[in-house]
Structure formats: structure tokens, C-alpha cells
Nanobody, 118 residues
């Protein structure tokens, strides 16, 4: 599975951005898709995940109520709508995929930089 992330950029605090991750395979029904981020000086952390088969989502506490992960079956893509952005959301965001039941994410897209100015 090849993943191509897009949508990063510079936004003011309180603004919104939408990230998109296009997958090269059309057989995602057995996959969990995710967005991670790596903030400056921090370890990579999960932001949100979605089970492709039923759309069930999980959010890190930092994302709850502000971010929404969704799947676009027509485009074979996973989106991350980010609202009410804060300077501490500044990070490189990565999309990732793994087969349901696997522990580790095996497939990663290139990062996309999100910068939130105060």
C-alpha cells in the first residue's frame, strides 16, 4: 500500500485545515487507517484512527472535539479535518495503514507540515 498525504500548510490559531491521504490500493476493507503527528522535539504520536470497514474512529485526547477523521470510499482516501487549531498542533502529520489485527503500522505516507501561528 502506498500512501500520499496532502493538505498541510500555515494557518492562524483558531483556523482549520483538511489533510487528505490517498491510498494506492482499492482493497482497504481489512485495514486500519491512521493519522500520526510528530511535534518539534517530541516523539511521533497517534492523532486519530479509523477502521475502514465500518468507519469506527478513535481519537487521541488532544484531538477529541476538534479533529474528525473520515474515509472517502470513492477516492480511496482518508481525511483529517482539523478545526480550532492551536499552536501546539504544529507538527509534521503522517498517514499510516495497517492490517486489522497487526500491532504495528506497516505503511506510511510522507509527512505533511502543519504550522499554526499564534
Amino acid at each position: 500500500v502506498q500512501l500520499q498525504a496532502s493538505g498541510g500548510g500555515l494557518v492562524q490559531a483558531g483556523g482549520s485545515l483538511r489533510l487528505s491521504c490517498a491510498a494506492s490500493t482499492r482493497t482497504l476493507s481489512r485495514y486500519i487507517m491512521a493519522w500520526f503527528r510528530q511535534r518539534p522535539g517530541k516523539e511521533r504520536e497517534v492523532v486519530a484512527t479509523i477502521l475502514w470497514s465500518n468507519g469506527r474512529a478513535y481519537y487521541a485526547d488532544s484531538a477529541k472535539g476538534r479533529f474528525t477523521i473520515s474515509r472517502d470510499k470513492a477516492k480511496n482516501a482518508v481525511n483529517l479535518q482539523m478545526n480550532s487549531l492551536k499552536p501546539e498542533d504544529t507538527a509534521v502529520y503522517f498517514c499510516a495503514a495497517k492490517l486489522y489485527g497487526d500491532v504495528a503500522y506497516s505503511y506510511w505516507g510522507q509527512g505533511t507540515l502543519v504550522t499554526v501561528s499564534s
